[in-house]
């Protein structure tokens, strides 16, 4: 296979809402350009990127996906992303590896929550874009109606360069603004298409459309301004070369329509691909650090040293791992070792790819700007940077975002738990968000992740995939204890048997500390009343009774002991003895000391559509949640909270239904409060129903 210079490389992130046809679209690109043999369909599971099982099973992406083809003698990279917000980071991780963007939009149904989101993200990263008007064959589609939603969101710039020649069941062609000339499909989804003149009765409505067009071009150029004035048009040369100005500098942003089904209006979408769309070397270098930490930059443009960096990665229980790289600068051959500059180590290649979904074709090298595979890397994760060992920079890793929702996960089989650890572990070095911890308090396993989706979908591939099965389940509030008051306790062990009996005397003074201190004990013994070897015993026995709780068997925490007199014996006295007594002197202090509960308090920030700010709030109060502020941001309004955990578990779906999936949430730990008195009952008789307890031991 050959190698292919920057200036004829296209790398494309393809995103959009869930179910705007996104992954179809793709299929249908591919299948023009002679990629494939057929029109690869997401509903039967042939689409090319949609190659994983549970895609298939659930006819939605889960994953960023790389499909390739030959276009005008242009190598252009697709990169397929998920629309689901759960899925967002796969979206991310694909924007940041691709020059541009094609936004696909649904014809009935507009702009959506995650058109938004992307755009925005695509936006962030400085991505030209290019819009599709998906499925412009569907019952009650409207090119008219979509193009008044695109520019209420995003502006005048969103200019159509192509418009439907019919709509709904008639959608087999469009016209081109461009050449003014309209291109006919074939009605077998091959693709084929007959150039013609405009239609009669569009001829009108796409002469006003071609003027706009025109317009919108000359505005962003004197020349070419003073060129439409003199002419009342623009050559059809000076028209493509001021468009393509335009759209890199993000200034203009075409919008075509499309059936992906049908295969109607591709060949124009490549067209605007490679005409219009930046190559890697029209993309501003990358910055990044070298060894001493100075800033550098690297680009596909020059003779800058070899750089790529890995902006995915999947794990395969049979191939191992694929590390899927861009290539930021030089040249990456098959042949030879890597230097990973993130963890300053040497990588050993076990085969250098391009991919076609999950078909991988071996080649000898990938050049600056292109988009490949490199199987087998040891130890190289997602986010981290190949380079030159000579001339070495570590490029800035993508900001995923944090994970929103936590289930506690348990084994169906006991004695599964290093088999799920495994599995957790391979998977988490394909998914940046997942997170797997255990929670030292409560004992249990957490998974994390985006939603219950996401959260749900890495349980079908444990199972799937390494045969492990489990089960979710809300994970539990971890609770603490504490005291408000201050108190003196005594502990007197005494037992007599037959040989040599059990005694040990301790008396305490108990106080609270300050939030956050957790535990500080004082010895304060003069006199030898208690021996020194003994004393450790009694702050033992303190501890164990401590993290045991008294009201509900939690831990308690942030209060001090001072041990300040006590009795012993010669022959009966032991360290066993003297930690009884401490754990009975705790006891009887903690009792005088007005003992209460405390419950872990998250900083919550939500992002919502001004629209929904008002009852977002509401339901935050509602859930026992202290407001902190609320700001604009991005289109929309932050809002922060203070809100006890024990309110925000599923909080995800609540969110979701109040703001139609338009909103979207960051927890992080903050503090421990104490638990209202009205609630603290029954936090208690929940926790010892689940104890067993009857009633308080004696």
Request: charged residues 30%.
């Given at each position: 296979?050959?190698?292919?210079?920057?200036?004829?490389?296209?790398?494309?992130?393809?995103?959009?809402?869930?179910?705007?046809?996104?992954?179809?679209?793709?299929?249908?690109?591919?299948?023009?350009?002679?990629?494939?043999?057929?029109?690869?369909?997401?509903?039967?599971?042939?689409?090319?990127?949609?190659?994983?099982?549970?895609?298939?099973?659930?006819?939605?992406?889960?994953?960023?996906?790389?499909?390739?083809?030959?276009?005008?003698?242009?190598?252009?990279?697709?990169?397929?992303?998920?629309?689901?917000?759960?899925?967002?980071?796969?979206?991310?991780?694909?924007?940041?590896?691709?020059?541009?963007?094609?936004?696909?939009?649904?014809?009935?149904?507009?702009?959506?929550?995650?058109?938004?989101?992307?755009?925005?993200?695509?936006?962030?990263?400085?991505?030209?874009?290019?819009?599709?008007?998906?499925?412009?064959?569907?019952?009650?589609?409207?090119?008219?109606?979509?193009?008044?939603?695109?520019?209420?969101?995003?502006?005048?710039?969103?200019?159509?360069?192509?418009?439907?020649?019919?709509?709904?069941?008639?959608?087999?062609?469009?016209?081109?603004?461009?050449?003014?000339?309209?291109?006919?499909?074939?009605?077998?989804?091959?693709?084929?298409?007959?150039?013609?003149?405009?239609?009669?009765?569009?001829?009108?409505?796409?002469?006003?459309?071609?003027?706009?067009?025109?317009?919108?071009?000359?505005?962003?150029?004197?020349?070419?301004?003073?060129?439409?004035?003199?002419l009342g048009n623009l050559p059809f040369a000076d028209l493509v070369k001021g468009l393509r100005q335009s759209v890199l500098q993000q200034k203009l942003f075409p919008v075509l329509p499309a059936s992906s089904l049908r295969n109607v209006g591709m060949h124009p979408i490549l067209d605007a691909i490679v005409d219009l769309l930046p190559s890697p070397e029209d993309r501003a270098?990358?910055?990044?650090?070298?060894?001493?930490?100075?800033?550098?930059?690297?680009?596909?443009?020059?003779?800058?040293?070899?750089?790529?960096?890995?902006?995915?990665?999947?794990?395969?229980?049979?191939?191992?791992?694929?590390?899927m790289v861009r290539v930021v600068s030089g040249e990456l051959k098959a042949d030879a070792p890597l230097y990973n500059a993130s963890r300053d180590l040497v990588e050993r290649i076990g085969g250098l790819f391009a991919l076609q979904g999950k078909t991988t074709t071996p080649v000898t090298a990938l050049r600056a700007g292109d988009i490949g595979a490199i199987a087998k890397l040891?130890?190289?994760?997602?986010?981290?940077?190949?380079?030159?060992?000579?001339?070495?920079?570590?490029?800035?890793?993508?900001?995923?975002?944090?994970?929103?929702?936590?289930?506690?996960?348990?084994?169906?089989?006991?004695?599964?738990?290093?088999?799920?650890?495994?599995?957790?572990?391979?998977?988490?070095?394909?998914?940046?968000?997942?997170?797997?911890?255990?929670?030292?308090?409560?004992?249990?396993?957490?998974?994390?992740?985006?939603g219950q989706l996401h959260v749900e979908v890495i349980v079908a591939r444990l199972r799937k995939r390494y045969r492990v099965e489990l089960n979710l389940k809300r994970p539990k509030v971890p609770y603490r204890e504490t005291i408000k008051g201050a108190a003196e306790g005594h502990g007197r062990h005494k037992k007599q048997t037959g040989g040599h009996g059990q005694f040990a005397?301790?008396?305490?003074?108990?106080?609270?500390?300050?939030?956050?201190?957790?535990?500080?004990?004082?010895?304060?013994?003069?006199?030898?009343?208690?021996?020194?070897?003994?004393?450790?015993?009694?702050?033992?026995?303190?501890?164990?009774?401590?993290?045991?709780?008294?009201?509900?068997?939690?831990?308690?925490?942030?209060?001090?002991?001072?041990?300040?007199?006590?009795?012993?014996?010669?022959?009966?006295?032991?360290?066993?003895?003297?930690?009884?007594?401490?754990?009975?002197?705790?006891?009887?202090?903690?009792?005088?000391?007005?003992?209460?509960?405390?419950?872990?308090?998250?900083?919550?920030?939500?992002?919502?559509?001004?629209?929904?700010?008002?009852?977002?709030?509401?339901?935050?109060?509602?859930?026992?949640?202290?407001?902190?502020?609320?700001?604009?941001?991005?289109?929309?309004?932050?809002?922060?909270?203070?809100?006890?955990?024990?309110?925000?578990?599923?909080?995800?779906?609540?969110?979701?239904?109040?703001?139609?999936?338009?909103?979207?949430?960051?927890?992080?730990?903050?503090?421990?409060?104490?638990?209202?008195?009205?609630?603290?009952?029954?936090?208690?008789?929940?926790?010892?129903?689940?104890?067993?307890?009857?009633?308080?031991?004696?």
């Amino acid at each position: 296979m050959k190698t292919w210079d920057a200036s004829a490389v296209r790398n494309v992130a393809v995103v959009g809402h869930g179910g705007s046809g996104k992954t179809s679209l793709v299929a249908a690109l591919l299948f023009d350009m002679g990629a494939t043999t057929r029109l690869g369909r997401v509903d039967d599971g042939t689409a090319i990127t949609d190659f994983d099982a549970d895609e298939i099973e659930r006819k939605i992406s889960l994953q960023a996906a790389v499909g390739w083809g030959e276009w005008k003698k242009t190598r252009i990279n697709l990169i397929d992303a998920p629309g689901y917000a759960v899925f967002a980071a796969e979206a991310q991780a694909a924007l940041r590896a691709a020059d541009a963007a094609i936004v696909v939009v649904d014809a009935v149904a507009g702009v959506e929550v995650q058109t938004e989101k992307m755009w925005r993200l695509a936006e962030q990263y400085g991505l030209p874009r290019l819009i599709v008007v998906n499925r412009e064959d569907r019952e009650r589609a409207s090119f008219e109606r979509t193009m008044e939603s695109l520019r209420a969101a995003f502006g005048r710039g969103v200019v159509p360069i192509a418009v439907p020649l019919a709509e709904e069941k008639d959608f087999r062609g469009v016209a081109d603004l461009e050449t003014d000339k309209a291109d006919v499909y074939a009605d077998d989804q091959s693709g084929k298409f007959e150039q013609t003149e405009v239609p009669e009765a569009l001829k009108e409505a796409e002469a006003a459309a071609h003027a706009q067009l025109v317009e919108m071009v000359a505005e962003i150029d004197e020349s070419l301004m003073e060129e439409f004035f003199a002419l009342g048009n623009l050559p059809f040369a000076d028209l493509v070369k001021g468009l393509r100005q335009s759209v890199l500098q993000q200034k203009l942003f075409p919008v075509l329509p499309a059936s992906s089904l049908r295969n109607v209006g591709m060949h124009p979408i490549l067209d605007a691909i490679v005409d219009l769309l930046p190559s890697p070397e029209d993309r501003a270098p990358w910055a990044g650090v070298d060894a001493a930490g100075a800033e550098v930059t690297r680009g596909a443009a020059g003779d800058d040293p070899f750089s790529a960096f890995v902006w995915k990665t999947m794990v395969d229980p049979h191939a191992g791992r694929i590390s899927m790289v861009r290539v930021v600068s030089g040249e990456l051959k098959a042949d030879a070792p890597l230097y990973n500059a993130s963890r300053d180590l040497v990588e050993r290649i076990g085969g250098l790819f391009a991919l076609q979904g999950k078909t991988t074709t071996p080649v000898t090298a990938l050049r600056a700007g292109d988009i490949g595979a490199i199987a087998k890397l040891k130890d190289t994760l997602t986010n981290e940077t190949l380079a030159d060992k000579a001339s070495p920079v570590k490029f800035a890793p993508t900001a995923f975002p944090e994970p929103a929702t936590t289930f506690a996960i348990e084994p169906k089989t006991r004695g599964d738990e290093d088999k799920i650890s495994t599995a957790l572990q391979r998977l988490a070095e394909e998914d940046p968000v997942l997170r797997v911890s255990r929670d030292a308090q409560t004992h249990e396993m957490l998974l994390s992740g985006m939603g219950q989706l996401h959260v749900e979908v890495i349980v079908a591939r444990l199972r799937k995939r390494y045969r492990v099965e489990l089960n979710l389940k809300r994970p539990k509030v971890p609770y603490r204890e504490t005291i408000k008051g201050a108190a003196e306790g005594h502990g007197r062990h005494k037992k007599q048997t037959g040989g040599h009996g059990q005694f040990a005397d301790c008396k305490i003074r108990m106080k609270p500390l300050a939030r956050g201190e957790d535990f500080k004990f004082v010895d304060d013994i003069f006199g030898g009343s208690i021996p020194r070897n003994y004393i450790p015993a009694v702050e033992k026995g303190i501890q164990e009774a401590r993290l045991r709780g008294f009201l509900a068997g939690y831990p308690m925490v942030d209060f001090q002991v001072e041990l300040y007199d006590g009795q012993y014996h010669d022959v009966d006295s032991s360290e066993m003895a003297f930690k009884i007594a401490g754990s009975l002197g705790f006891k009887d202090a903690v009792a005088k000391c007005r003992p209460t509960l405390l419950e872990p308090v998250l900083k919550v920030e939500v992002h919502v559509p001004e629209e929904y700010a008002g009852s977002v709030m509401g339901d935050l109060s509602s859930r026992r949640g202290r407001p902190q502020g609320m700001e604009p941001k991005a289109g929309g309004q932050l809002i922060r909270a203070e809100v006890p955990m024990a309110e925000m578990l599923g909080y995800d779906a609540t969110l979701t239904s109040m703001t139609g999936g338009r909103g979207s949430y960051h927890v992080e730990f903050s503090h421990y409060d104490e638990v209202p008195a009205h609630l603290q009952e029954k936090v208690i008789a929940a926790a010892k129903a689940e104890r067993g307890d009857v009633k308080e031991e004696e």
